[in-house]
């Protein structure tokens, strides 16, 4: 059976309640008043539902969102262990906390490392809300954490389909080693060389870029001033085709790393229009 009510208790100015969603997995009321009373003096507007079979915690976990599991251990019809593998089933992420008046300490731990995040004997429920509080503060840096990387991943899928599809050369370069460690299909192309050709060489070691002093010494300003750009070079395709390019090059961070990136436009007919006039 479950009951779903909120619960408020004076002591803390209405305004400053914070409100808190709580499934409590036990067989006695007057034990579930006291855990209830505890999180409303220690400042939460309580909602709650209370449980205590499987049945009617798998219709609570479906039917709602929770903030915080608070379970009993020994039941007549139900247990901590049954409930944590219920709750991992169904809400992995919600804090579980078992709060009973007795329990084997090494069946709480054991407990503990299948999931459960703390357990509070229920003559010490002046614990209560730190973990709960505790808990909650570990939800929400999870999330917030769980957020950034969707957004780094979404960044970098953006960032590889613009690379992928640029209609200019781009070569990524370690500002370290000055190996290059990756670069783009249509410079691919555009040069003639294979990608395994490209990856894991110098810029001065590809043959586009035969002029290995003038390079290196380019790529010691690079390093220096973390920006070259030449209006106008001079490369040569692998099958020995003479063309000339804007080559622009700048240095950033990714993560503790720095990488060159240098993009390369092919002006090659813009230089022979400009010498036909």
């Known amino acids: 059976m479950a009951t779903s009510t909120a619960l408020a208790v004076g002591g803390v100015g209405q305004a400053m309640r914070q409100p808190l969603r709580v499934l409590v997995v036990e067989d006695s009321e007057e034990d579930a008043i006291l855990l209830l009373h505890a999180l409303s003096r220690g400042g939460y507007e309580v909602v709650h539902a209370m449980v205590n079979n499987p049945v009617a915690m798998r219709a609570a976990l479906e039917g709602q ?133 490209f990856l894991g060489k110098k810029l001065w070691e590809i043959g586009a870029f035969r002029d290995k002093v003038a390079s290196q010494k380019a790529f010691d300003e690079l390093r220096i001033k973390g920006y070259v750009r030449y209006e106008d070079l001079p490369l040569e395709t692998k099958s020995g085709q003479a063309i000339a390019v804007e080559f622009v090059s700048n240095i950033y961070a990714v993560g503790d790393e720095k990488v060159a990136q240098c993009n390369i436009r092919n002006i090659t007919e813009r230089k022979l229009a400009e010498a036909a006039r």
């Open 65 to 197: 969102d929770w903030d915080v599991i608070l379970s009993d251990h020994a039941m007549p019809h139900f247990s901590a262990a049954k409930a944590l593998e219920l709750a991992r089933e169904l809400r992995p992420h919600v804090p579980f906390i078992i709060v009973s008046g007795e329990i084997d300490l090494n069946l709480a731990v054991s407990l503990m490392r299948e999931g459960a995040l703390d357990y509070i004997q229920k003559q010490e429920l002046l614990r209560l809300t730190p973990a709960v509080e505790r808990e909650l503060r570990e939800v929400e840096l999870r999330r917030e954490n769980q957020q950034a990387k969707d957004a780094l991943a979404s960044s970098e899928v953006r960032y590889r389909r613009l690379f992928e599809a640029a209609q200019d050369g781009i070569l990524i370069i370690d500002a370290e080693t000055a190996q290059i460690v990756d670069v783009n299909p249509f410079l691919v192309q555009m040069l003639g060389f294979t990608k395994d050709e």
